[in-house]
């Protein structure tokens, strides 16, 4: 029977703003799921080694696949690159502040919209008509439309968005509520 034991959140990461708590969260509680289980099965393998008559060939191959699955752990899975047009970043800048940048080389600012709603970031680009003046021999500049969507974490804002060489910037907040805020209680007397 075969189990899983790793899980990748890297799509949580490249398609949503605010939720990298929870995805650092779960990612800790698998990996500690994982270490228990392997800690659980190298003790079931060893009470089988001790019982049959080659425990130390046993042992030593235990041992080296142990190495080897820490080792392979350890490694960052990455998935198969999002090669979808426009190629972009996200980043947490603070506690609360994201920036998402995306390159839009060749696109002008009419050309460029951005929309929010209560949970989605759409940002799609149309490229309007060009007169050719001439004939292109090669064309490696990617100048398509292109729409791309970004899932916003509750109470996470866009404050703004500047585009300088080529590069759209957005900028997020995580504003708390100050109901949702912890707060200290004073006890009376």
């Known amino acids: 029977m075969t189990t899983m034991t790793k899980f990748d959140f890297a799509p949580l ?4 703003v605010g939720f990298d708590r929870f995805a650092n969260m779960a990612q800790k509680l698998v990996e500690q799921q994982l270490a228990a289980q392997r800690i659980s099965d190298a003790c079931k393998a060893k009470k089988r080694a001790a019982n049959n008559e080659d425990a130390k060939n046993t042992m030593a191959a235990n041992k080296i696949t142990a190495k080897t699955d820490l080792q392979s752990d350890r490694k960052v899975v990455k998935s198969s690159a999002d090669t979808t047009y426009p190629r972009y970043n996200i980043s947490q800048m603070s ?3 994201y920036q998402i940048t995306l390159a839009l080389a060749g696109f002008s600012l009419e050309e460029i919209d951005i929309t929010v709603t209560a949970s989605e970031l ?3 680009g149309e490229k309007l008509p060009l007169k050719q003046t001439s004939t292109l021999l090669h064309q490696g500049i990617n100048q398509t439309n292109f729409s ?3 899932a916003l974490a509750d109470h996470v804002h866009v404050v703004n968005a500047d585009m300088h060489q080529g590069l759209l910037t ?3 907040n995580r504003e708390i509520p100050e109901a949702l805020q912890p707060r200290k209680i004073v006890i009376g007397r």
Do not use: G, P, Q, S
């Not at 990461?13 to 949503?16: L, P, V």
């Open 95 to 97: 506690e609360t502040d």
């Open 148 to 150: 791309r969507k970004f």
């Open 122 to 124: 759409v940002i799609t």
């Open 13 to 16: 990461y490249r398609h949503a």
């Open 170 to 172: 957005i900028n997020l």
